[in-house]
């Protein structure tokens, strides 16, 4: 099994130090070298993990004073950032996919537009649910140019999509746009997720595009509001 990232393991055990009292608000953490000795990785790599504390205004860094810590942070929250998907955030053995639809077709005037494509351009329409620890977490309707996503197959859905876009055809991912709405829960959401259909649910609408700007990915994915948590922090430059 894939064993979550390293980078990820800090993010998260300097996470649970703030929530448990460990590192109190105004106090500075250990230095970069310090972590590194802690946590047994390079000084880059606990980096890498403290920066997703700071861009989401846990932790404050500044030249020449360290890194304090400014605020706890929500327990349950993940960072998810256009190119980090759920295996790379929580690790693999806790993720687990059900596909329900994985087709070629033409797409939509609507799909057609969030994609920049013609209607005339053929897409893989995918539906899946998504488990976490074997608990329901997500239902996914995902749309990807056949032109500009090449060779998907089944097998790649059970696993990362991303990780096959970056490692295996070699494209960047760049820039994501998403809006968040509340919904209602339909007959198919009810059955997946178990839960009453009717129920209040989140739904996030979402265009992900590469390095090159071109859209390869609009998805539709429905959460149960119990799990769902958005947290954004403004930075003034």
């Known amino acids: 099994m894939k064993k979550i990232a390293k980078y990820m393991e800090i993010y998260l055990d300097i996470k649970k130090k703030i929530v448990n009292g460990e590192y109190k608000i105004g106090e500075r953490l250990p230095t970069g070298d310090e972590l590194a000795v802690i946590y047994h990785t390079s000084k880059l790599t606990v980096k890498k993990g403290v ?15 360290g890194t304090e810590v400014v605020r706890t942070p929500i327990d349950n ?12 955030v929580i690790g693999e053995e806790h993720v687990d996919s059900e596909i329900h639809t994985f087709s070629i077709e033409l797409p939509s005037k609507k799909v057609a537009d969030k994609l920049s494509i013609s209607v005339k351009d053929y897409v893989y329409n995918i539906v899946r649910s998504r488990f976490i620890d074997c608990q329901p977490y997500s239902i996914e309707q995902t749309f990807m140019p056949l032109a500009v996503i090449p060779g998907l197959e089944p097998k790649h859905l059970k696993k990362s999509v991303y990780a096959y876009i970056t490692n295996e055809l070699g494209l960047e991912i760049k820039t994501s746009h998403i809006r968040i709405k509340g919904d209602t829960a339909s007959e198919f959401d009810a059955k997946i997720l178990k839960i009453d259909p009717g129920e209040f649910m989140i ?21 149960l509001y119990q799990d769902f948590v958005f947290e954004a922090v403004f930075v003034e430059k």
Do not use: C, M, Q, T
């Open 77 to 88: 929250s993940r960072v998810l950032g256009p190119n980090e998907g759920l295996f790379s």
């Open 203 to 223: 739904e996030i609408d979402k265009v992900v595009a590469l390095s090159s700007g071109k859209p390869f990915e609009y998805s539709v994915s429905r959460h």
């Open 51 to 65: 920066d997703l504390l700071v861009s989401e205004g846990v932790l404050r860094s500044r030249s020449g004073y």
